[in-house]
């Protein structure tokens, strides 16, 4: 109990939950590191006038999703572990993949959102799991929720004027 108190979750009796948190946040910094690529691919890929506020959104937020990435990496080296390799890798936003024709801006809204929610999901697990065991943890990942909860609401007001045209 004194432990705790005095290295938190640095401290030998949270070796577990350390690295339950280390484990999500592995997963946390490849969801980051696939937004990129996602973002990127389908910022150069979109075609059209009305496309284009769209790219140039999605443009801007791959340096912020870099960001991330580099911060989830960063905790997971301060909490002792090892940030994976790109080996360890698989891929999920099947939603983001190029649509057929590259003025299909409904399709890349509707695929941001799905990344943005479950960006938004699993950083709430985080913090939940955080709360209390692991602040600078919590406090890092509250603060990342708010870029992907600001993600979100830009690309929910494409979607309504999108689908109202
Ligand atoms: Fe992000
Ligand atoms: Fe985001």
Redesign the pocket.
């Known amino acids: 109990m004194e432990a705790r108190a005095r290295q938190g979750i640095l401290g030998d009796d949270m070796k577990n939950e350390r690295e339950q948190i280390v484990e999500m946040l592995k997963k ?1 910094y490849f ?2 590191l696939e ?1 990129v690529i996602s973002y990127i691919t389908n910022s150069v890929n979109l075609d059209g006038i009305r496309a284009r506020e769209v790219a140039e959104s999605l443009e801007k ?1 791959v340096q ?2 870099l ?3 580099q911060q989830f990496a960063n905790r997971i080296k301060e909490l002792y572990g090892v940030v994976p390799g790109s080996e360890q890798f698989a891929a999920e936003q099947s939603y983001l993949q190029p649509p057929d024709q590259q003025t299909d801006l409904v399709h890349v809204i509707k695929g941001v959102i799905a990344a ?1 929610t479950g ?1 938004i999901e699993h950083y709430n697990a985080i913090i939940e799991f955080t709360d209390e065991r692991d602040p600078v943890t919590n406090d890092m990942v509250i603060a ?1 929720l708010a ?2 909860e600001g ?1 979100r609401r830009l690309f929910e007001g494409f979607l309504r004027e999108v689908e109202t045209v």
Request: glycine share 6%.
């Open positions: 946390a969801m980051e937004t937020d912020e999703e960001g991330h990435a943005e960006a990342i870029d992907e993600h």
